[in-house]
């Protein structure tokens, strides 16, 4: 079956602007995480829907949102982008009923570069 | 919050050679996930383990979780290049995994 699929897999843009990224998990999986991967934090989780509700929210500022639509395809947005949002982004999803077992599977990520 | 610390932080090593990656913590985990990266993929769960002491291996693989659920341990018997990757443990924390920072490995051929 098709895994996650994570959407822009790179994008630049320049500081102050905003981006939106897009996730589509694994057919039947409702729950969706995001995570923020750099080489001097490692990853951080950023939320978790489950059935279009924020259940979890990690210590990130206001300027990163998230929502979850219907058919579980989750999306990320970050405005007033500054330098330090460069970053992997990476989403996972899960099988799991609780947010905080079961298997992750994670996408390839979108490599954002803010300039 | 609990943190999960890794140790190494980067290991390089020749094909053949013996290795363990250390992940731990102050506080107590339900259970704890190790995940392997490789450049350009998103982590891949290797294994899941839940029960103080439990021991489990996979091929060469072997991973541990301490008797009191707070530290885990990975070794690798006879490394190949294949298993170059970011190792990263994960645990639950208030109703989230939370990840360690990862160990780099390299292995030369």
């Known amino acids: 079956k098709a895994g996650v699929t994570q959407t822009p897999r790179y994008l630049i843009k320049t500081r102050g602007q905003q981006v939106t990224l897009s996730c589509s998990p694994i057919s039947g999986h409702r729950s969706v995480s995001w995570y923020q991967q750099t080489p001097g934090q490692g990853l951080q989780f950023l939320f978790e829907?489950?059935?279009?509700?924020?259940?979890n929210k990690g210590n990130f500022p206001g300027r990163f949102s998230g929502r979850q639509f219907s058919n579980s395809r989750s999306e990320m947005n970050v405005s007033t982008l500054e330098l330090g949002d460069s970053a992997l982004y990476l989403c996972?999803?899960?099988?799991?009923?609780?947010?905080?077992?079961?298997?992750?599977?994670f996408g390839e990520g979108s490599r954002l570069t803010v300039l | 919050t609990q943190l999960l610390e890794q140790s190494p932080q980067f290991l390089s090593i020749q094909e053949g050679e013996n290795l363990t990656v250390y992940c731990n913590s102050s506080?107590?985990?339900?259970?704890l996930q190790w995940y392997r990266q490789e450049p350009g993929e998103g982590p891949v769960l290797l294994v899941t383990?839940?029960?103080?002491?439990e021991v489990k291996k996979l091929k060469r693989l072997t991973f541990q979780f301490g008797d009191a659920r707070k530290d885990s341990s990975l070794h690798i018997t006879a490394a190949q290049p294949g298993d170059t990757g970011l190792y990263l443990c994960a645990g639950a924390e208030s109703g989230k995994l939370i990840f360690g920072q990862g160990t780099t490995l390299q292995v030369k051929p």
């Open positions: 383990v839940v029960t103080g002491g």
């Open positions: 996972a999803s899960s099988l799991a009923i609780r947010e905080d077992t079961g298997e992750l599977f």
């Open positions: 829907y489950f059935s279009e509700t924020q259940r």
């Open positions: 506080s107590v985990f339900s259970s």
